[in-house]
């Protein structure tokens, strides 16, 4: 079963007697629901009635009307409000834009508008290669979406979309000092989303595509990395790929084997699969059976893929496996799960080789259960941030950019790549690392610093 979590805390706001009892059967009767009650507070007394504040964390929507109805059934209570905290955050949205440059009079604004501000337009026109050092183009990303493919929810479209990009931004600067701001577009056809990103690309240093759908996100990608002088990068591909090496790299530490030589089950062959496959092959694994609706991807069955899903069955695969995931799993040392959730039962992972190793990062539910499964393998990760070993893209994309951004490199190579993941696994060192640590945690303050410093070093190489 889901656990609570902070993704689903409910706020409520209660009229209780005021009774020692009572408020502490409203502890007793959340606690009984399965959920987990993180405060309660007393707002306000009359002498007769209470005015509580309950806060508590719940599994989903309908975990959380459980709790309501339960609280309403105590003899003497009264729900008067329903708060969701998620959705409290985002009122007025979750960014905004701050002045660096305080205007507080004349000589202010005239360095920082007219007519001083001309000086510097002059400048730029004349040598525009200054652009990087005198506007927010140094430090500044952006992050497009046109919703066709976001989280878990499919194409929701650009509007529904705007909370991820503006998270997005949030973690940009919060993990790696960089300023990223959302740009949404409303239409769906690649070659106005490349016009577009080419068209606005003279104000941002970079550009991060976020949450477009495969295939058209390879062609997008492709051309702007071409036609553009700034670093472009998809993060549902190459961020997923760079956390997947790191952890990767780490837990075959744990379990004593080399990656040339371990097998590898890939379960979703979309985007994160797809880039995924191509590094883990260029650091040299040397056996991958991707897996899609339809079983193992093989090259004598093609007809029908685009060229990405083409390539991955001509490329991986090279004992042609056939057949469905679950036989696949016999003998295999490595699961990496991208797909969709509740694929496997725990007990289906007693096929694979000793010392296993698996990645459920299906979000929010995972391709297997976490603690089942490690009743069965060596080594358990998960994308979810309530178990261990979550394998996050906050991990690699700030860093990455933050790098980038210092050191004006726009080629992002698939060594470059390399370079960020065995960044993030070297925070970990040696002695530290243990089946439940194969990876730092999202908080780690040495992580995009890792990574940074890995991008600075290729670059001088």
Same mark, same amino acid.
């Given at each position: 079963?889901?656990?609570?979590?902070?993704?689903? &805390?409910? @706020?409520?706001?209660?009229? !209780?007697?005021? %009774?020692?009892?009572?408020?502490?059967? +409203? *502890?007793?009767?959340? =606690? /009984? &629901?399965? @959920?987990?009650?993180?405060? !309660?507070?007393? %707002?306000?007394?009359?002498?007769?009635? +209470? *005015?509580?504040?309950? =806060? /508590?964390?719940?599994?989903?929507?309908?975990?959380?009307?459980?709790?309501?109805?339960?609280?309403?059934?105590?003899?003497?209570?009264?729900?008067?409000?329903?708060?969701?905290?998620?959705?409290?955050?985002?009122?007025?949205?979750?960014?905004?834009?701050?002045?660096?440059?305080?205007?507080?009079?004349?000589?202010?604004?005239?360095?920082?508008?007219?007519?001083?501000?001309?000086?510097?337009?002059?400048?730029?026109?004349?040598?525009?290669?200054?652009?990087?050092?005198?506007?927010?183009?140094?430090?500044?990303?952006?992050?497009?979406?046109?919703?066709?493919?976001?989280?878990?929810?499919?194409?929701?479209?650009?509007?529904?979309?705007?909370?991820?990009?503006?998270?997005?931004?949030?973690?940009?600067?919060?993990?790696?000092?960089?300023?990223?701001?959302?740009?949404?577009?409303?239409?769906?056809?690649?070659?106005?989303?490349?016009?577009?990103?080419?068209?606005?690309?003279?104000?941002?240093?970079?550009?991060?595509?976020?949450?477009?759908?495969?295939?058209?996100?390879?062609?997008?990608?492709?051309?702007?990395?071409?036609?553009?002088?700034?670093?472009?990068?998809?993060?549902?591909?190459?961020?997923?790929?760079?956390?997947?090496?790191?952890?990767?790299?780490?837990?075959?530490?744990?379990?004593?084997?080399?990656?040339?030589?371990?097998?590898?089950?890939?379960?979703?062959?979309?985007?994160?699969?797809?880039?995924?496959?191509?590094?883990?092959?260029?650091?040299?694994?040397?056996?991958?059976?991707?897996?899609?609706?339809?079983?193992?991807?093989?090259?004598?069955?093609?007809?029908?893929?685009?060229?990405?899903?083409?390539?991955?069955?001509?490329?991986?695969?090279?004992?042609?496996?056939?057949?469905?995931?679950?036989?696949?799993?016999?003998?295999?040392?490595?699961?990496?799960?991208?797909?969709?959730?509740?694929?496997?039962?725990?007990?289906?992972?007693?096929?694979?080789?000793?010392?296993?190793?698996?990645?459920?990062?299906?979000?929010?539910?995972?391709?297997?259960?976490?603690?089942?499964?490690?009743?069965?393998?060596?080594?358990?990760?998960?994308?979810?941030?309530?178990?261990?070993?979550?394998?996050?893209?906050?991990?690699?994309?700030?860093?990455?950019?933050?790098?980038?951004?210092?050191?004006?490199?726009?080629?992002?190579?698939?060594?470059?790549?390399?370079?960020?993941?065995?960044?993030?696994?070297?925070?970990?060192?040696?002695?530290?690392?243990?089946?439940?640590?194969?990876?730092?945690?999202?908080?780690?303050?040495?992580?995009?610093?890792?990574?940074?410093?890995?991008?600075?070093?290729?670059?001088?190489?």
């Amino acid at each position: 079963m889901v656990q609570p979590s902070p993704s689903y &805390t409910v @706020a409520l706001h209660m009229e !209780v007697p005021a %009774s020692q009892r009572v408020v502490a059967k +409203l *502890v007793d009767t959340a =606690t /009984a &629901t399965g @959920a987990v009650v993180t405060g !309660v507070d007393v %707002s306000d007394s009359d002498g007769d009635s +209470l *005015v509580v504040d309950l =806060t /508590a964390d719940t599994r989903d929507s309908v975990h959380r009307g459980e709790l309501v109805e339960a609280l309403s059934a105590i003899d003497g209570v009264i729900v008067e409000n329903v708060g969701d905290s998620t959705f409290l955050a985002h009122v007025g949205g979750k960014i905004e834009i701050a002045s660096k440059y305080p205007v507080r009079n004349r000589r202010d604004l005239a360095r920082v508008y007219t007519p001083g501000v001309a000086r510097v337009c002059k400048a730029i026109h004349d040598h525009p290669e200054r652009a990087r050092k005198l506007t927010i183009k140094k430090n500044t990303v952006a992050v497009v979406t046109d919703g066709t493919a976001v989280l878990g929810l499919g194409d929701i479209g650009p509007a529904a979309a705007m909370p991820v990009m503006e998270g997005k931004a949030i973690l940009f600067k919060q993990f790696g000092g960089v300023d990223a701001w959302p740009v949404a577009l409303d239409t769906k056809d690649p070659e106005e989303i490349i016009a577009i990103c080419k068209a606005i690309a003279p104000a941002y240093g970079g550009i991060n595509l976020e949450d477009i759908a495969a295939p058209k996100c390879f062609d997008i990608e492709a051309r702007l990395r071409e036609e553009l002088d700034i670093p472009v990068f998809h993060d549902d591909q190459h961020g997923t790929a760079v956390v997947t090496l790191s952890a990767l790299i780490n837990a075959l530490k744990v379990v004593g084997k080399r990656i040339e030589d371990v097998r590898i089950v890939l379960s979703g062959v979309g985007a994160a699969g797809s880039a995924i496959a191509k590094l883990l092959m260029a650091h040299g694994a040397t056996d991958i059976v991707g897996y899609g609706r339809t079983g193992a991807l093989h090259s004598g069955d093609t007809e029908g893929m685009n060229e990405h899903r083409k390539w991955l069955a001509e490329n991986t695969n090279p004992r042609g496996v056939t057949g469905t995931l679950k036989e696949g799993l016999a003998g295999a040392d490595v699961f990496i799960g991208v797909s969709s959730g509740n694929l496997l039962a725990p007990e289906d992972l007693d096929v694979m080789a000793d010392g296993a190793i698996v990645f459920a990062m299906a979000n929010p539910t995972p391709e297997v259960d976490p603690i089942g499964a490690a009743d069965h393998v060596s080594v358990v990760a998960t994308g979810r941030s309530d178990f261990p070993n979550q394998i996050n893209n906050v991990l690699a994309f700030p860093g990455l950019f933050r790098g980038l951004l210092d050191t004006g490199i726009t080629n992002i190579s698939t060594e470059l790549l390399r370079a960020a993941a065995t960044g993030i696994a070297s925070v970990i060192s040696d002695a530290e690392i243990s089946p439940v640590y194969i990876i730092p945690n999202a908080f780690d303050a040495r992580v995009s610093a890792a990574v940074a410093a890995a991008v600075c070093r290729f670059a001088e190489d």
